[in-house]
Structure formats: structure tokens, C-alpha cells
């Protein structure tokens, strides 16, 4: 059960927010409000949950089609998030006024990264922020997307979760990827 993962902490994180087994506490509940069409997309919001819970973001901003299931899942795991519209935020990467955003948890796919532009995603993000790149594996431009993303030097440790990647910025940290299944 290493994952063939040799650092503890990207051990722990796939251990306990991965790949974590054990139902949590708001299961049962966001289960019932919502129904999944299928279990990889059930995973894959639950995955975000755990994600949230993990990271106690102070902001989300959601690049992708906004859900209102993405956005109560993510409540669900941390309390005091506030999401930031992407109107807002598209405009100031249009404009190119952006500062570094503290502790926030971006959610994007190759489509908005292409529109808000690479570069000036992975500019405003601080250490402690995260950003999930959901449909990787998509096509091969969107695969393509993925990679830049994750060679760029701002860019520390990196999942490939098969259906979103995980950046994290945190540069003290060896820089790796590391690929795994959601579980």
C-alpha cells in the first residue's frame, strides 16, 4: 500500500486524501442531495471534498463550469471557503492585473487555462494555493496543457490523478509527479 511513493508527505496526501477508504463525516448527506451519474464522477466529488478539508483553502475560484455540487462538496470540507467569481477573475487576467492569491484552491481545464492563459494562472498563485486541472487525459491537447503546466518551475509536486491533475507550489519541496488512481 506505498503507491510507490518514496516522500512521506506525498505519501500521506495520497494515503489520506487520495486514496482515502474510510467515509467521512458529510458522505452520507452530500450522497443524498446529490445523485451522480456515475461512481468515477461520485470519486472524483468526493476526492474534492477531501481535497478541501485537506487544504482549509480561504478561496476557491472555479474556472470550469460552475456546479453548485462542486461548490457544496467543497463546503462541506471546509467551513470558511469563499468562492471568487470567474468573471471577476477573468477579467483581471484579461487586463493582466493579478496578485499572488494566498492560499487558494483553483480549479481549471485545458479550455480556461488556454483562455485565462498559462502563465498568468500559474503568476498568481502563492505556495500554499493549489490548482486542479480536471480532464487531463481528455485529448492530447489537453494532455499537452497538463505538461506545461507541470514542467514550469513554479511548480513543485504534481499528481496525475487520470481524471484531474493536482499542482501544488510549494518549490522547497523535490520536484516530482507522481501518478495514481482515485480511489
Not at 10 to 39: G, I, M, Q, T, W
Not at 115 to 130: P, R, Y
Not at 143 to 156: H, L, P
Request: aromatic share 14%.
Amino acid at each position: 500500500m506505498g503507491f510507490g511513493v518514496q516522500s512521506p508527505w506525498a505519501y500521506r496526501f495520497v494515503r489520506y486524501v487520495v486514496a482515502e477508504r474510510l467515509p467521512y463525516y458529510a458522505y452520507e448527506v452530500l450522497s443524498n442531495r446529490f445523485r451522480h451519474d456515475d461512481k468515477c464522477e461520485e470519486r472524483l466529488f468526493r476526492f474534492y471534498f477531501r481535497l478541501a478539508n485537506y487544504c482549509q483553502p480561504n478561496a476557491i475560484v472555479d474556472l470550469c463550469h460552475e456546479s453548485r455540487m462542486f461548490e457544496e462538496y467543497v463546503k462541506a470540507g471546509c467551513r470558511k471557503v469563499r468562492f471568487v467569481g470567474n468573471d471577476d477573475l477573468k477579467g483581471r487576467l484579461a487586463k493582466g492585473v493579478f496578485e499572488s492569491m494566498q492560499h487558494v484552491m483553483l480549479r481549471c481545464d485545458a479550455s480556461s487555462a488556454d483562455i485565462c492563459g498559462k502563465d498568468a494562472l500559474l503568476g498568481m498563485m502563492s505556495e500554499s494555493s493549489v490548482l486542479i486541472m480536471e480532464g487531463i487525459h481528455k485529448c492530447g491537447k489537453a494532455y499537452g496543457c497538463w505538461q506545461e503546466m507541470v514542467n514550469d518551475n513554479r511548480v513543485g509536486v504534481s499528481f496525475d490523478l487520470y481524471s484531474c491533475g493536482v499542482l501544488f507550489f510549494d518549490t522547497q519541496r523535490h520536484k516530482q509527479t507522481f501518478k495514481v488512481n482515485i480511489i
